[in-house]
């Protein structure tokens, strides 16, 4: 038990010796604190739009992950036939 916690500490001590994370505050521009904030949208529209979207054809899909399991099949087969 008495190593486990002092590796977990060790781990914790070089956790806190890592790199710095960079202020992410200081990097915003006057413009970007001087600018409005983005108008919201109300949510029913954009959800009317996204079902006006045509859906994926399943069949168009399938197909093509029959043809990419295949290929790895394929694939995996020239793997096991190579001499090792």
Known sequence: MLPRL???ACLACLAACGPS???LASRISAEG?????PALQ?????????DALLPRSAAREGA???ARAADL???AALLRAMPL
């Open 6 to 8: 002092f590796a977990l």
């Open 21 to 23: 994370r960079p202020d």
């Open 33 to 37: 604190r001087a600018a409005d904030f």
């Open 42 to 50: 109300p949510l029913g529209p954009l959800l009317d739009r996204s």
């Open 64 to 66: 093509a992950l029959e």
């Open 73 to 75: 099949r394929r694939r």
